[in-house]
């Protein structure tokens, strides 16, 4: 066939049918998003009430095992140990340290991510 | 208010074809129907638009389900106005985009310029034969021609939708139309004179 004019040619380009896709390629889009197992969540709230749960058995077992003279005595040497720690001025001058460099890089503009895209859509 | 009012719509309701942004919309609701629906209605024209860009049947079929799968996961990020064809068509571009700059940035392997020269066998149907070379033509065009080529004959989008999805303007859309058959018509044309002895 010749393809000198543009109407032969723009004759064949829209007779081409097009190529199918593999057979599995249907069930596996729908297996990637609408029939996908839902991802484990974790609500703050569930991680809450977990850790609820930890604290009532923990009381319980010490109860059980040494009675209420135990819980008091466990609960006051934890109360100490925090004080401490936190009492130190070292701990607070890292934890500032910390937190102040956890803030700024959360404020950091995400530039490279950016110019990386650019660069793959040239 | 109605009971009919309370029942969230099914697909059945929208009529025998609905909408794409009902879909949409109705996937939104949580109706997963409607988004196979989608699927089903786009999966085969990304896939080719990915198979003509990324020219590697494994790679186009990874491309589609990554852009089902980036539109599945943004759906709530798509107006309400736009066409649902143009964004996953643009999502699958900008996909074969992606793995087109990594293989050039990873091989050094030469794309090939020119169409397949073999012939096919006699005994072929001669229109087979003829779509055979235009579609090795095809893939012979660089990147920018073929995708162009694909979207609008292949596929029947309008001028507008493929300068949307390529993020080009409609002039340039039409120089890349108008190139692509020039180059088409010199390398179908080249081939025939090769052959003829």
Redesign the interface.
Known sequence: ????S?EA??R???????????VE??A???A????RAPAIITLPEAAGLFALLGVIAWVGVSIAMGGMPLLAHTLLTMQIAVTRFFGSTITLAWLATGGAIAIILSLWPNQPTVIGER???? | MSAALLESPTIASLGPDPDDSALVAMTLGGNSEAFATLVERYDRAVYHLAYRTVRDAEEARDVAQEAFFKAFSSLRTFKPGAKFSTWIFSIAYHACCDRLSRRRRYSSEEFPERADPTPGPETQAIAADEARRLRAAIEALPEKYRTAITLYHLQGRQYEEIAQVLGIPLGTVKTHLFRAKEQLRKLLNDERTEETP
């Not at chain 1, 066939?1 to 000198?4: E, P």
């Not at chain 1, 990637?32 to 029939?35: I, M």
């Not at chain 1, 660069?119 to 040239?122: D, K, N, V």
Request: aromatic share 12%; proline share 6%; hydrophobic share 50%.
């Open positions: 066939m010749n393809y000198d543009d040619l723009e064949a380009l829209f007779a081409l049918y097009l190529e199918e896709p593999p390629l249907r596996s889009i729908l990637a998003t609408v029939y660069i793959a859509r040239r």
